[in-house]
């Protein structure tokens, strides 16, 4: 049986009702993340430098940033359907086309520390129906992650996937170079339960709250702790690495608020909502910690969250950890605590 192809598979997205009109969008962002693939691939190659100096690392990020965004708008330019692309790390609304009905949301390229050392990176988008007409505005995006129609990540490593979502589960496609196009190689990809694996930047553990410290404890002290189990810590600095790792992988992959004020946080609309919504997709959720991520209501562009994503049993174990942190500065707070003597002799 032939291998089904990501463009038969938005061919019979596309016929539906549903999808019909924003199938082309798809599309044109496969072959932007194609292109981009080609790109990445070549690395310190993509910088046009005079004389026999090499290219500094910050150099060859700006360069691939600009080429994968450039990309994405060269291939999006004509789609009627299309109104405006919002891009990650920008304030500035692309318009496309002012009756159009859609709206794109484009994280052109994450995860670029990982260039240093070759390992992965990765491209992140979603797809609104706008809710006015004429030329679009930020405000016009600022729509909570229940909204969503289509999310997808790509992932540009040892090879280049896509994982995508247009609210039907979630499916899996591998890049086949030799044919240029993608195949599809994961059908309804679902995350596995009860997985003993975690992803947090541990680097930061002095200045975790105080449930994600409760949750990480648990976990290193293995079989001899509370969980019963021995559990595997991975990271690698890369939020659509993590989440990919969760859908095929299954566990928990983490990123709390912390009391560092340059702590990295996940913008909302360009990268925690499209990852919430594949991840629920997949049989998974994802929470803030106080609150289910897709129910965010954006207060700007750059709205940033912290985001604790993976399978129901682990997600709901965080959630309920700040639940009882919160709960318990309540009780303590309560005027009847004040004068009251906790221990005694």
Same mark, same amino acid.
């Given at each position: 049986?032939?291998?089904?192809?990501?463009?038969?598979?938005?061919?019979?997205?596309?016929?539906?009702?549903?999808?019909?009109?924003?199938?082309?969008?798809?599309?044109?962002?496969?072959?932007?993340?194609?292109?981009?693939?080609?790109?990445?691939?070549?690395?310190?190659?993509?910088?046009?430098?005079?004389?026999?100096?090499?290219?500094?690392?910050?150099?060859?990020?700006?360069?691939?940033?600009?080429?994968?965004?450039?990309?994405?708008?060269?291939?999006?330019?004509?789609?009627?359907?299309?109104?405006?692309?919002?891009?990650?790390?920008?304030?500035?609304?692309?318009?496309?086309?002012?009756?159009?009905?859609?709206?794109?949301?484009?994280?052109?390229?994450?995860?670029?520390?990982?260039?240093?050392?070759?390992?992965?990176?990765?491209?992140?988008?979603?797809?609104?129906?706008?809710?006015?007409?004429?030329?679009?505005?930020?405000?016009?995006?600022?729509?909570?992650?229940?909204?969503?129609? /289509? %999310?997808? *990540?790509?992932? $540009?490593?040892?090879? =280049?996937?896509?994982? !995508?979502?247009?609210?039907?589960?979630? @499916?899996?496609?591998?890049?086949?170079?030799?044919?240029?196009?993608?195949?599809?190689?994961?059908?309804?990809?679902?995350?596995?339960?009860?997985?003993?694996?975690?992803?947090?930047?541990?680097?930061?553990?002095?200045?975790?709250?105080?449930?994600?410290?409760?949750?990480?404890?648990?976990?290193?002290?293995?079989?001899?702790?509370?969980?019963?189990?021995?559990?595997?810590?991975?990271?690698?600095? /890369? %939020?659509? *690495?993590?989440? $990919?790792?969760?859908? =095929?992988?299954?566990? !928990?992959?983490?990123?709390?608020?912390? @009391?560092?004020?340059?702590?990295?946080?996940?913008?909302?609309?360009?990268?925690?909502?499209?990852?919430?919504?594949?991840?629920?997709?997949?049989?998974?959720?994802?929470?803030?910690?106080?609150?289910?991520?897709?129910?965010?209501?954006?207060?700007?562009?750059?709205?940033?969250?912290?985001?604790?994503?993976?399978?129901?049993?682990?997600?709901?174990?965080?959630?309920?950890?700040?639940?009882?942190?919160?709960?318990?500065?309540?009780? $303590?707070?309560?005027?009847?605590?004040?004068?009251?003597?906790?221990?005694?002799?």
């Amino acid at each position: 049986m032939a291998s089904r192809t990501l463009t038969q598979y938005l061919l019979d997205f596309g016929a539906r009702e549903k999808g019909g009109e924003f199938a082309q969008i798809l599309s044109a962002v496969s072959v932007a993340i194609k292109l981009t693939a080609s790109t990445v691939a070549r690395g310190p190659l993509i910088v046009d430098q005079a004389g026999s100096q090499l290219p500094s690392e910050e150099q060859v990020r700006r360069a691939l940033r600009r080429q994968a965004t450039n990309a994405l708008l060269a291939q999006t330019e004509s789609l009627d359907q299309l109104a405006g692309i919002s891009i990650a790390g920008s304030t500035k609304i692309q318009q496309v086309n002012a009756d159009g009905r859609y709206l794109l949301l484009f994280e052109a390229m994450h995860g670029m520390t990982n260039l240093a050392d070759n390992l992965p990176v990765g491209s992140a988008f979603s797809v609104l129906e706008r809710q006015t007409r004429g030329p679009c505005t930020a405000d016009d995006f600022l729509q909570p992650g229940t909204n969503q129609l /289509s %999310a997808g *990540v790509a992932l $540009y490593g040892p090879r =280049t996937v896509l994982t !995508l979502t247009t609210g039907e589960g979630v @499916d899996g496609f591998t890049l086949d170079r030799e044919v240029g196009n993608f195949v599809l190689t994961g059908p309804r990809l679902m995350i596995p339960p009860e997985r003993p694996v975690f992803a947090i930047n541990a680097t930061e553990a002095p200045h975790w709250p105080a449930p994600v410290k409760r949750y990480v404890e648990e976990c290193v002290l293995g079989a001899e702790g509370p969980r019963g189990r021995d559990y595997t810590m991975r990271w690698n600095a /890369s %939020a659509l *690495v993590g989440a $990919y790792r969760v859908l =095929t992988s299954g566990g !928990l992959f983490l990123v709390p608020q912390t @009391d560092k004020p340059d702590a990295w946080l996940a913008p909302l609309l360009h990268n925690a909502a499209p990852l919430a919504f594949l991840a629920e997709q997949a049989g998974g959720a994802a929470t803030t910690g106080i609150q289910r991520v897709l129910e965010v209501v954006p207060e700007g562009l750059t709205s940033r969250v912290p985001l604790f994503l993976g399978c129901v049993s682990e997600v709901e174990r965080i959630r309920r950890y700040f639940t009882e942190e919160r709960d318990a500065d309540r009780e $303590y707070s309560h005027p009847l605590f004040r004068n009251r003597t906790l221990f005694t002799d």
